[in-house]
């Protein structure tokens, strides 16, 4: 059985940056699409930032140039650099990892932009 622990979130002033780690254990998993979604609070759930079948990236517009995908397949890791981040950034940020015939997807974990 797959799971997906993401962790990395936390209380960040407005500017600051954090770390979403999100990491993988059990099954076969792709090594592609695998991305990280988030949903702020009484939003939809959106993508933040994926990587397509192609290996390139995708990016919502509102985190372009502020929020970096990287991988690390062979430690089965996704990772998610958030720069200069702003209140409208909070929000419970979910790891989205494909399988082959399912999603699976991690609890998620909180980012808060605060002062």
């Known amino acids: 059985q797959v799971q997906l622990v993401e962790s990395g979130g936390g209380l960040v002033q407005p500017g600051g940056s954090l770390r979403l780690s999100c990491v993988a254990s059990?099954?076969?998993?792709?090594?592609?699409?695998m991305g990280w979604y988030r949903r702020a609070p009484g939003k939809e759930r959106e993508l933040v930032a994926r990587f397509t079948s192609y290996g390139s990236t995708d990016y919502a517009d509102s985190v372009k140039g502020r929020f970096t995908i990287l991988k690390d397949n062979a430690a089965k890791a996704v990772y998610l650099q958030m720069n200069s981040l702003k209140p409208e950034d909070t929000a419970v940020y979910y790891c989205r990892w494909p399988g082959y015939g399912v999603d699976y997807w991690g609890k998620g974990t909180l980012v808060t932009v605060s002062s």
């Open positions: 059990g099954g076969i998993l792709r090594s592609n699409n």
